[in-house]
């Protein structure tokens, strides 16, 4: 069973930056994609980014291009998510999903394992 660990959240200021990480505990990284979520108060899960197993291919959410960037490092078995220009609406509980099918989508139906979530405050 992949288990899944977000790490890295907080409270940032806005305009200001955080980087997310999710750490595996799979043997490999390697036969997995990975797509990151999030939940505001209120309102259903949304996807923000995914990766391909190998890194060579990303897709983001409009809302955060730009912004945005995810990477993997498959060595350490680990994804990230580096955000910046950070915004109010940015605000949420984020969450890494896994799979090992690469559909390249933003859709939560796409990928089976799931990280217990971290939140994410963006406040002055």
């Known amino acids: 069973q992949l288990q899944l660990v977000e790490s890295g959240g907080g409270l940032v200021q806005p305009g200001g930056s955080l980087r997310l990480s999710c750490k595996a505990s799979a043997f490999t990284l390697d036969y997995y994609a990975i797509g990151w979520f999030r939940q505001a108060p209120g309102k259903e899960r949304e996807g923000v980014s995914c990766?391909?197993?190998?890194?060579?291919?990303?897709n983001y959410a409009d809302s955060v291009k730009g912004r945005f960037t995810i990477s993997r490092d498959n060595a350490k078995k680990t994804v990230y998510l580096q955000m910046n220009s950070l915004k109010p609406e940015d605000t949420a509980v984020y969450y890494c999903a896994a799979d090992n099918n690469w559909a390249g989508t933003l859709f939560d139906g796409d990928y089976e394992y799931w990280g217990q979530g971290i939140q994410v405050t963006v406040s002055s």
């Open positions: 990766i391909s197993r190998s890194g060579s291919t990303t």
